[in-house]
């Protein structure tokens, strides 16, 4: 070989790998967060410059007793599993019990079917710590069978586990991606026919059946679904009964006594199928670690079910108005090429949701429409939106199972005893008694009627004819026991928001009229206890007869004042007008309005052009420099001044003592200051002030794991899975809201997370969200009410709650940038009052927004949303964060609707999720450098402000004295790969001289 | 006569394979996959180069490899950088701002990129031509 060949040779070698070397040390550079998150490495270490008396450190403790004691972390364990479990003991709802077939006192050999028994839905895919069967400290369904004394049809069950059903499809990994079809999610006839032998003489005490339907992130169950093999021809809905589950029921009914159904969905599924085939059927959402330990305890009867519904079950569940434009149906603009011609693609503007649903979300649809179909109201027995093309609209063909509904295996009288008002509440008492033979728990669930009046109608002013007001849960009740329970209900709950209040500038009204407090069984029989306190029976139409009895009456004057001001003194006014699709565009849609069922109910889905206009503002580049701003070098010669401030100093300085915060911030470089802006799963060192840490992500796990030495070896045991949230908030039990959240501000003080993006308070706005298992419920208050103590719970342990996804991330389909068209009145009552409790009452540490668009802006460059509403309406301090949005390197060439990185800033977000390199940060400062802006400088001081107060009033600050100072650090696998690069750039320069070498000397 | 050296038939493979990853990241890109213009110069500049490999022992052939090979490692690498978030939400089954769906592709294109990068290394190393 000649030499040049040879050196021809190793130069290509070496110079190939030092340009792997060096691009993906670059990659690695921009993606050091999640590394280092991986790794478990920290970027920096405390150093304390003064050593000063012996202090306590850990300003923040656990319950469970010492960070380094094993037995502590063991207390732990066992606490957050019987969280778990006890959030299904009580979240768990049973929806049929014909003949009181459960429980199953006396079953002993039982035999269980379906795919979903063997293979379950734990939780779906998406933040925290994930379970399967083979999760250690995991409950599989059989085991918690087993455990309650059951014994299982073994054979049977080998023989389904050998099936080849699955939910999803197999990835590029061939892992199991869920794909929100329900086609192939159960074995089909055949299949059970080959195994009618295990069960044919045994194992015949009961038949369990278990379904599951699978969302995830980033995937919606798909209102268009295809049917299994055999089954129909044409779509249909993907929560329908499909024809193997169809054949499986068919059989099971045909050789078993006893039928019992779990169904293992957080998505509402049409049961109204199941229940012929089926002599009870449990709801049991996602189980978690050992939510199963629970559904096994009320199928033996050791615990009586007390779990209530969060949603709506629709006998279809494409019926709710809601459907028409969203979910895996939502549909585009009209002049797509214009758009693109115009903008580009990369603003993600494609799709449009019209939320012509208005405020008429979950059972305030159905409910309301029911009523107004009893008064005689409003064209509500129209034929519009009435389900399989029926002639009229009934609301018993419609609904299923309502909102607040659950079946014990006792009974409870409910009595309402008094009604006491005051300026800003109502408090109700209601006494509760176990009329039945075995010990129970039953929720008094208290709900409100506001009047509807000519006032209303004139103003565009809807009103849900029930509305969730308040609830309280009993302790255990003996047969034959009682308790009084006090619900205190805010009247603000009450109020509605009127665009067209104060001369147009819009606020809050309490409406002129008669109002109704109701008790009742679930939402349904406290509107019949309305209806009936009004008159109407059963001869006009009603379901039910209602009793006067529960419902209280009371009359109000019109008031604008009450809530005309929020925090501050700040004015409550429209914010929203530009989300109205008809502020763009007149009268191109019609919002339902219950004055006009039959003319405003959405047959058809509603698309439009996109406008010159709408262009302007869809390219997301609005922020100018204000008039008078400083300079970049005004501001950035703050820069640089020690003040001696240390982060453990600040932990007791308000944030309204800005000159000390200014102070702490300018010890910071200009280079250091957008580490500030940076937020991912491991969240970087921000100068000498505060050190690297890790946050938690998943509203029903937080995720990490908790490293503690044993026996001296590591040990990494994950933090728990919770039961999904629609179960949890199911228990109607604030107990238990309280123990999630303290449970898991636990989980992240022992993972050392500053934050945890854990309180899902999204609404469910259809069936078919794909992350209707991660967000509580469809009802807003019902958010609003849950989410208080679970945040205040969390809030205490030093480990901060944020709520997620700030806000109206109510479906997966296309969530990037998907624009949202709605009423301000809607998106009060509905998107924002789900998180007003998290957020502006129980003070969240942190929220994390959202991918859609508000109207045409991305929530994150809202500033009505960001500024106007959360901090000057509520007057929230916390940490403003994006949903992902990361930036690699300093990209921000502003295409891409998350790139405009300047008009987000300005809009009041201060933080970009997964943004661990602060890429948006250093565009910010280059841009402030480039343009001369000293304001946004100031923007990026205010952003670390409030990131700063966030770390200092958490567990980060633990094991600080108030003179340690933060060191950064590199981390190893960054000094190797530096390493690597600068040998292979030695290697590779060395072998091309020596080929310029070897061919001058040929050439010689 | 010359006959066809080793390194030729290196080179050919080497070729044949920018030329493949070209086809599947028109298809990438069609699917929605990032591609940068840059990547796709790159790549039919190391396309030229392997295709002159393929001219036999030629003065500049030491030059043409190192070229060719540092062209495609720097395609493989931005292709893979463009695409890191296909292949996470695909590891986790979720679908957050990439598109999982094109893993696989990503994974492929990695592939066919490195063992281009080596059939380029040998064809450096190896004669394009030998004598009859």
Known sequence: MKNSRIWSGFSTLFASLLVISLLGQNLAMENASYINSALGVSTSKLVDIEAGEAVDTTYYKSQFGDFDDPAALQKLLAAEYEQNINEMREGAALLMNEKNTLPLTDAVRISVFGHAAVDPAYQSNSAGTKVTNETENAVTLKMALEAAGFVVNQELWDGIAAGEAKRGELNSRGRMSVNGSAKGSEENKAFYEALTGTFANDYKDAAIVMFARQGAEGTDLKMKDEDDEGGATGYISSLALHKNERDLLEMVRANFDKVVVLLNSPNQMEVHEIEPYADAILYIGFPGHQGFTGVAEILRGTVNPSGKLVDTYATSSLSAPAVVNSGTDTPTFLNLDYMHEKIGTAENADYMSFQAENIYIGYRYYETRYADAVMGKGNASGAAGASYGAASWKYADEVQYPFGYGLSYTTFEQTIDKVEMDNDTITVTVTVKNTGNVAGKSVAEIYAQTPYGAYEIEHKVEKSAIQLAGFAKTKLLAAGESETLTITIDKYLLASYDSTAHNGEGGYILSEGDYYIALGDDCHDALNNVLAAQGYTTADGMTADGVAAKAYRFSQSFDDQKYRTGANGVIVSNQFEECDLNYWIPNAAKYITRNDWEGTFPVAQTQVNVTDAMLDVLDGEWYVKPEGAPTYQEVADRFEKDSGLTLVMMKDVPLSDRETWEKFIYQLTVDELPAATAESFTCPAVGDLSPSFKVGDGCDSVGGSITRTVNGEEVKTATARYCSNPIMTGTWNVDIYTGRGTMMGEDGLWSGFMINYNVGNDLHRTPFGGRSFEYMSECPTMNYLAAIPQVEATEKTGSHAAPKHFVGNDQEFHREGVICFFTEQAFREGNLRAFEGSVRVAKSGGIMQSFERLGLRWSSASYAMNTQVLRNEWGWTGAIDTDAAGARGEFDDHVGYKNHSAEVLAAGTQEWCLDGSYGHGKAIVKRAQEEDDGHLMELLVDAAISWEYAISRSNIINGMSATAKVVQVTPEWQTQLRHTVIVLGVLAALCFVMLIASKLKKKA | ?132
């Open chain 2, 1 to 132: 006569m010359k006959k066809k050296g080793l390194g030729f038939y290196f080179a050919a493979c080497a070729a044949i394979l920018t030329i493949v990853t070209l086809v599947l990241l028109f298809v990438y890109s069609g699917r929605g996959g990032a591609v940068q213009n840059t990547v796709y110069i790159a790549l039919v500049a190391a396309l030229v180069c392997e295709a002159s490999l393929l001219l036999g022992e030629k003065p500049w052939s030491d030059f043409a490899g190192i070229i060719a090979g540092v062209l495609t490692a720097y395609a493989t690498v931005t292709v893979v950088g463009d695409g890191l978030w296909n292949i996470a939400e695909s590891i986790n089954g979720i679908r957050m701002i990439g598109i999982p769906e094109l893993a696989g592709m990503n994974y492929t294109l990695v592939g066919i990129g490195l063992v281009s990068i080596l059939a380029v290394t040998f064809a450096s190393f190896a004669k394009k031509e030998k004598e009859a």
